[in-house]
């Protein structure tokens, strides 16, 4: 009873909403359709793993020669007073290409973790009645953004999109941007320092600055409803919003929809989905071109009409049960040297390996919000979306400022991807142990999932508890966070991280009491590739991985209330954390 009490004070502490203050300043959705300047490309490069440019020996603000931001030529400078002391100079610094992450940069940057700073100049043509932002796809882990010199915005979470308004601030011609961007995780961040994958610290998705109207659409969402409706919401910003009329259409479907503004820019409008509407699946994924206008603004996006649903044990999409066949996958390109710089071939030659290759229709984004890339090719190529945040092991979940940046993070996820037909599973954990303050802040992040999305399914990877049962061995999911989902989620890997034998894996049973459906969200077995041990069937041997999943499968098989598996993993991928001298070398 103590144990219940104390969680419904956190619980109400923490609140189980979506305040206003705890969402993102503005959205700025599908910035890439918008008009604009692409800052992708060349950027000189400096590492600071003192953070020199931050501040003094004394905690003093960082002295002018030593502001990695400062608007300043420095070879101009010292010509001019030969007696001026610079230790820096970013316009002569290393150049690199934007979007990667520095693991890519040099050979000594391999495993990195702290501060670099990035800087470009570029020209701009600033006019009246406009509006301009710098919009950043992902910057790993926390950015410190100076236009001209001065500081417009940081932003932490290294996988989420944010945009700082910098109207008023260009000047015409000639631009400085400099960014520093700080890889080093703590305790209190999210995610956390423990990790099993590489860090890849940089400026890791495309950065633009954006041209609006002085009243523009900072949010626009298009979706089918259980009903069989098509609702549409959007959300101007500007002086002017109040009251500004607004339109959806969908030219191929023959459908407008159109509408009033409120006091706050929001506005909801639906209509009946057309006979002809042709529902998104993975065995069609059809999309349609939809227009979101306003005043001088129109922004355009392609868009699949589904339903999400949950029957018992069973997930429904467009009303009939699917069974989720898929594999997990990590954000790195194909090839022996990705640097996490997703682009449209990168994301189509991993996702059809899935689609085609494994004959999938589903895709776990581990551990971390996915570029955007990925999940419009996934709409593009019909794969159901697994999308979560990186709130794993062991994150400060009694500590509310940590609380605040994953429903920030959380949220901007969500508002990025609300109008990709193929997200269907928005996850708030991974692998997370069961305590009071964890359950609040959990229970807290899936009631922001509903408040901000209600046309998509909440899930979260589970730990299980091991009973003995008329002496075989049962796995019980009594995690009380399910009650705040809609399906319940596994990571089981019996007989490699647990003792069991191969050939008893298909006896264990499953338990739960909830009536939801599960996925088995990994299960895998590490091979050395051309490493073959038929007779002892040895760990990292390809005959032990291939006898692991068949008695896994076996498992699984058995579990009546099993509604999806995505195993571990893919591919291969980098983790300093594995350092088998043999088997795994990082």
Do not use: C
Request: proline share 6%; no cysteine.
């Amino acid at each position: 009873m103590i144990r219940r009490f104390a969680f419904l004070l956190l619980l109400l502490a923490f609140g189980g909403s979506a305040p206003a203050q705890l969402l993102p300043e503005r959205v700025l959705v599908n910035a890439g359709a918008r008009s604009g300047i692409d800052l992708s490309g060349p950027w000189n490069w400096s590492v600071d793993p003192y953070r020199d440019g931050l501040a003094g020996f004394h905690g003093e603000e960082a002295g002018l020669t030593h502001r990695r931001y400062a608007d300043v030529d420095v070879d101009a400078v010292t010509r001019k007073d030969p007696y001026a002391l610079w230790e820096l100079d970013m316009q002569r610094a290393p150049v690199t290409t934007l979007p990667s992450s520095w693991i890519t940069h040099d050979a000594t940057m391999r495993h990195y973790d702290g501060l670099v700073w990035y800087q470009r100049r570029f020209e701009a043509t600033p006019k009246a009645g406009e509006r301009q932002f710098l919009h950043f796809g992902a910057v790993d882990y926390l950015a410190r953004v100076y236009l001209n010199g001065k500081l417009v915005g940081t932003h932490e979470g290294g996988f989420t999109p944010f945009a700082f308004e910098v109207t008023g601030l260009l000047r015409p011609g000639e631009n400085q941007i400099t960014i520093g961007v700080d890889s080093e995780r703590s305790a209190d961040t999210v995610p956390p320092t423990v990790t099993d994958w590489e860090t890849y610290g940089g400026i890791i998705r495309p950065i633009r600055l954006v041209t609006t109207p002085a009243v523009y659409i900072d949010d626009a969402w298009i979706r089918l409803t259980d009903a069989g409706r098509i609702r549409a919401s959007m959300r101007l910003d500007g002086p002017a919003a109040a009251g500004r009329p607004v339109r959806v259409r969908i030219p191929s479907l023959g459908v407008t929809l159109s509408g009033t503004a409120g006091a706050d820019g929001r506005w909801t409008g639906e209509a009946a989905a057309p006979r002809s509407l042709k529902r998104w699946s993975p065995e069609s994924p059809t999309l349609y071109d939809v227009g979101f206008e306003s005043g001088d603004d129109t922004l355009a996006d392609r868009v699949g009409f589904r339903t999400l649903a949950v029957r018992g044990t069973q997930i429904l999409l467009n009303g009939r049960p699917i069974f989720l066949r898929g594999i997990s996958l990590h954000e790195e390109e194909l090839g022996k040297e990705p640097t996490r710089a997703m682009t449209p071939a990168a994301a189509r030659a991993l996702l059809l390996e899935v689609k085609d290759g494994l004959h999938g229709n589903f895709v776990r984004l581990a551990h971390y919000p996915h570029s955007d890339v990925m999940t419009r090719m996934a709409d593009e190529i019909g794969l159901i979306v697994w999308s979560e945040v990186p709130v794993y092991w062991r994150v400060a979940f009694s500590r509310p400022e940590t609380l605040a940046v994953a429903r920030r993070m959380l949220a901007e996820n969500i508002l990025r991807d609300r109008n990709r037909a193929s997200v269907a599973l928005w996850s708030v954990a991974n692998e997370t142990p069961v305590s009071d303050a964890r359950n609040a802040f959990l229970t807290t992040l899936a009631g922001d999932v509903r408040a901000l999305d209600d046309s998509r399914l909440v899930t979260a990877a589970l730990l299980t508890r091991r009973d003995e049962v008329n002496g075989r061995p049962e796995m019980v999911i009594d995690d009380p966070l399910v009650a705040a989902l809609d399906v319940m989620a596994i990571n089981t890997y019996n007989g490699w991280y647990s003792g069991d034998r191969l050939e008893d894996l298909p006896a264990i049973g499953w338990r739960s009491e909830h009536g939801k459906p599960l996925i088995l969200s990994e299960f895998g077995a590490d091979a050395k590739q051309g490493f073959l041990d038929p007779g002892l069937r040895r760990k990292f041997s390809e005959d032990f991985q291939a006898e692991y999943y068949r008695q896994t499968l076996a498992m699984a098989g058995k579990i009546p209330f099993l509604a999806g598996m995505s195993p571990w993993i893919l591919k291969d991928f980098r983790s300093p954390r594995r350092q088998h001298p043999v088997y795994q070398q990082g």
